[in-house]
């Protein structure tokens, strides 16, 4: 079965430290995969996608097909990152796999 | 563009009862889903439309289903409210872009079963 897994549940790192989220997946095709952020009484939202290969708000995330990881990295992190983190993964028409999520707090 | 928009926010039912809930995608989407999250275990897919069809399915019973309209809209309906139905229900509306999709969420509707 398709399956993402998100070790960590909790994430507790300085400001200015950097911060690493991981991610991994199991899937038998080509994986369409995704990191979604939802802040404090916000709704969920795309933060990147690893097709664009682009960096949102200083973080970035790279497939690593061999290793089946999506790793979502920043060098810095700021209090504003404080919020749950999840990592997704798309099984085409329209259904996403999440994983449990990543709450991460920032502390100054 | 407005975002995706779902009604009620909050739903406060008795076990036994129904409940319908709506989804408004944003406009020019035509795929809607809809996921349960709930802390124990977290989001999970429950099914996904698109222009008026059911494409895909999650594992939930039969009790959970849902329509599109032709405007996209749709509704999801769960009968027979058991207490575990608690939760937060959300719906997504996809888009195709270049190399992919892109799943946009709403707030979400809270619906307590007592």
């Known amino acids: 079965a398709q399956r993402v897994t998100q070790p960590e549940k909790l994430l507790s790192v300085f400001k200015g430290a950097p911060v690493e989220l991981k991610c991994n997946y199991s899937?038998?095709?080509?994986?369409?995969l995704f990191w979604y952020v939802q802040y404090s009484r916000q709704r969920l939202q795309l933060l990147l996608r690893?097709?664009s290969r682009e960096s949102i708000k200083g973080f970035t995330a790279d497939l690593n097909k061999g290793e089946t990881s999506f790793h979502l990295k920043k060098p810095f992190a700021q209090e504003e990152d404080s919020a749950m983190y999840y990592c997704?993964?798309?099984?085409?028409?329209?259904?996403?796999?999440f994983g449990a999520g990543t709450q991460v707090v920032v502390t100054p | 563009k407005a975002g995706v928009t779902q009604t009620p926010r909050y739903l406060i039912k008795t076990r036994g009862q129904q409940v319908t809930l709506s989804c408004s995608p944003i406009?020019?989407?035509?795929?809607v889903s809809w996921y349960q999250q709930t802390p124990g275990q977290g989001l999970q897919f429950l099914f996904e439309?698109?222009?008026?069809?059911?494409?895909n399915k999650g594992n939930f019973p039969g009790r959970f289903s849902g329509r599109q309209f032709s405007n996209s809209r749709s509704e999801m309906n769960v009968s027979t409210l058991e207490l575990g139905d608690s939760a937060l229900y959300l719906c997504?509306?996809?888009?195709?872009?270049?190399?992919?999709?892109?799943?946009?969420f709403g707030p979400g509707t809270r619906l307590t079963v007592l």
């Open positions: 899937y038998s095709g080509s994986p369409e």
């Open positions: 690893h097709i």
């Open positions: 997704a993964l798309s099984e085409g028409w329209g259904k996403f796999q």
């Open positions: 997504a509306s996809r888009v195709e872009v270049a190399g992919g999709s892109e799943q946009f």
């Open positions: 439309y698109f222009s008026e069809t059911q494409r």
């Open positions: 406009s020019g989407h035509r795929s």
